[in-house]
């Protein structure tokens, strides 16, 4: 009886411990210091934003949601007028200060979430990105972030492409691409789907892949495509580059408005592939 009084003792002081740990870290005794990657970035803790500005910014710890042990940290920034990206962590509170790096990810986050604002790329600079990425009848192009469809429509119909995959993020955008394909007869030679363009399982079936998504994406595409894509593959990006993945060709071109345009050419090479490889073996 006296052993079972001491044991029954002694859980209790140790659940009044933790119970007073928790409590004291629940009270504010926590403090994150959170860094985010950039000044207007909006910071939400536990789906409550963090009135705050600057890229470091010091946050007394909120009370702990029941049941919970860990504070869900999530920041949107915009690193231009059409790209959002969404970045996720899960912080475990202890006493005194807590660092939050919210300006990369860290192993075991979510992988961002990327939005990017759909803005047509007409249809004569699509026709001038298709005759740079030598679109011919025995080519499958690819376009990620295809927005209302219309590159792979005007490969097909135009290039006479074998075939064509749109991918975009939006059911909406997917909607009227498959609505535009059956206007222009082409339905049987696409497929439009939702979905991540990071994540398209079947890339290496492209010939052609054509882009109008911005930098951010770009360089998160960027090891993706040189470890997908077979040597030879034609990659065509409207206005934007992939950071130090200097392209093949670039040119400026007129449309039809008046306005001036650049366009990128890379052409995949064995080199490309292997480094791409490198890179996700370096990662895991």
């Known amino acids: 009886m006296r052993y079972s009084r001491l044991a029954g003792a002694a859980l209790l002081a140790l659940a009044l411990l933790a119970w007073s740990g928790q409590a004291a870290v629940a009270g504010g005794k926590t403090t994150f210091k959170v860094h985010v990657p950039q ?70 986050d979510p992988k961002d979430h990327i939005e990017v604002r759909y803005v047509p790329t007409p249809d004569d600079i699509v026709e001038m990105m298709c005759k740079m990425g030598k679109v011919t009848k025995n080519d499958v192009v690819y376009d990620l972030g295809c927005g209302d469809g219309r590159m792979v429509i005007i490969a097909i119909k135009k ?12 059911p909406e955008r997917i909607k009227e691409s498959k609505a535009n394909a059956k206007k222009s007869g082409v339905t049987d030679k696409v497929q439009f789907r939702v979905g991540d363009v990071l994540k398209v399982k079947d890339l290496s079936d492209a010939d052609v892949v054509l882009l109008y998504m911005g930098d951010d994406i770009n360089n998160r595409l960027k090891p ?42 890379w052409v995949i090479t064995k ?5 791409g490889k490198e890179i996700k073996k370096s990662k895991n």
Request: hydrophobic share 30%; proline share 5%.
């Open 39 to 108: 000044s207007d970035a909006t910071l939400l803790i536990d789906g409550k934003e963090i009135k705050g500005e600057g890229e470091e910014r010091t946050v007394p710890a909120p009370k702990l949601q029941k049941g919970e042990k860990t504070y869900q940290f999530r920041v949107l920034w915009e690193p231009n007028n059409y790209t959002k990206i969404w970045r996720k962590r899960t912080v475990t509170p202890k006493e005194g200060e807590v660092v939050v790096d919210l300006r990369k990810n860290e192993p075991g």
């Open 159 to 170: 290039f006479g492409a074998k075939r064509g995959v749109g991918v975009d993020i939006e």
């Open 271 to 275: 080199a490309d592939n292997n480094e």
């Open 224 to 265: 993706i495509l040189k470890r997908t894509l077979k040597p030879g593959a034609r990659v065509v990006s409207h206005r934007f580059t992939m950071g130090e993945w200097k392209p093949t060709k670039s040119e400026r071109v007129t449309g039809m408005d008046g306005q001036e345009y650049r366009l990128h050419l």
